[in-house]
């Protein structure tokens, strides 16, 4: 789920050589053997006592391979106090026995309304009231390496006002309106940013603070961007002064569980203009002139 990325999509480079590609599948293939041992074989508990709770999504098809994502955010060298699944409640009963056995390893898996891929973080948010502990979020068809909770927290120890991801564009102002979406070039900085513009395929952290405002901003997403979660997610950042920075200068990539569907999602959205649409619907004047004045290092 979340805001698709041509490089997200499993696919590769489009220059990437052949041999490669298949090396890399078959990298893949292999650590979604291991994950799927572990999972049948260990007790381990896979939550811990690191101050940060982990929050995902899964949906119908999808219910079938979601424990490849969580098994591997269970295995940091870091663990969360919290991984919680967000499913529908029809979903709800018909759980793998792979997700069964992660219950019983601390996993908890919530019935809760579907709002699409705002489902991994929504339902939390207006749970709480106040904020205290920061929310990691991750998808549910990525396979996260060992240090990936471990780099969200360090970035978050040194910068705890900010967000912190893995994965950002920097948004391209085009005159007085955004440049088009796949335009962007891909950021290469740990600096943090407004104009850095977050996606949720590599995973995020976001503080206390943007959590409670996710809270007062409410669903506001329902009518505006209800299909793309990074939008939402990006504009709440700006309004409330929150800047983006990446957690390491180059954008990294992890592997996508095989045969996933995010390459027809990235058509959709990006190929097909819907990201350009949804951007210029939510972004009010105010906000890009925000961004005009970060871009310019000068207040907004």
Known sequence: M??????????????????????RRVSTAWLQLRLAVRNRLSRAPVTGDADVVVS????????????????????GIVRPRRIVLWVGRADAERLTPQLQRLRRRGLEVVATTDVGP?????????????????LATADDDVLYPRGWLAGLLTAYAEQPGV???????EMVLDGDRLAPYATWPPCRTTTPAHRHFL?????????????????????GFLTLTRANDDVWLNVVALRHGVPVRQVVARRTEFPVVLRSQRAGLYGQNVAAGRNDALLAAVYTDVDLAALAADARGTPG
């Open 2 to 23: 979340g805001s698709p990325d041509p490089s997200a999509a499993g696919a590769g480079p489009r220059s990437e050589p052949a041999a490669a590609r298949t090396a």
């Open 163 to 169: 967000v912190s991801c893995y994965r950002a564009w």
């Open 199 to 219: 996606t949720g395929v590599g995973g995020v952290l976001y503080p206390p603070a943007v959590l409670d405002a996710l809270r007062r901003a409410g669903t």
């Open 118 to 134: 705002h489902t991994k973080y929504h339902p939390y948010v207006m749970a709480h009231e106040r904020h205290a502990l920061p």
């Open 56 to 75: 995902l999504t899964t949906y119908g098809p999808r219910l079938a391979t979601a424990h490849h994502a969580v098994e591997s955010v269970g295995r």
